[in-house]
């Protein structure tokens, strides 16, 4: 079984920063994608950021310029950085890692619990 850790969400006032961070665990022989989502109340979830293994990034269009997603691949982390945050952020932000448990075995997707983020003055 293989387990996402979300931290690093909260209250910031419009313009502020905040990291996020997924640290995956359990039985892991490699992973591919890591990337982060939100959902605001009342929307359906949207990718904001993923990285693949060999470091290739995209983002949505909302968060080009402001967020950045990096991975530890020792580490089995990926973090988000989020600068300038605008009302519009506030969501709760999974993350998602495809993980292959063992060699020969299919890639399957596996979510965090999520992580608030709040961004008001």
């Known amino acids: 079984q293989v387990q996402l850790v979300e931290s690093g969400g909260g209250l910031v006032q419009p313009g502020g920063s905040l990291r996020l961070s997924c640290a995956a665990s359990?039985?892991?022989?490699?992973?591919?994608?890591m990337g982060w989502y939100r959902q605001a109340p009342g929307k359906q979830r949207e990718l904001v950021a993923q990285?693949?293994?060999?470091?290739?990034?995209n983002y949505v269009d909302s968060v080009k310029g402001r967020f950045t997603i990096s991975r530890d691949q020792a580490k089995n982390t990926a973090f988000l950085q989020m600068n300038s945050l605008q009302p519009e952020d506030t969501a709760v932000y999974f993350c998602?890692?495809?993980?292959?448990?063992?060699?020969?075995?299919?890639?399957?997707?596996?979510w965090g619990q999520g992580t608030q983020v709040t961004v008001s003055s």
């Open positions: 990285i693949t293994s060999s470091g290739s990034t």
């Open positions: 359990g039985s892991i022989f490699s992973i591919y994608t």
């Open positions: 998602k890692a495809t993980v292959v448990v063992q060699w020969l075995k299919p890639p399957y997707d596996y």
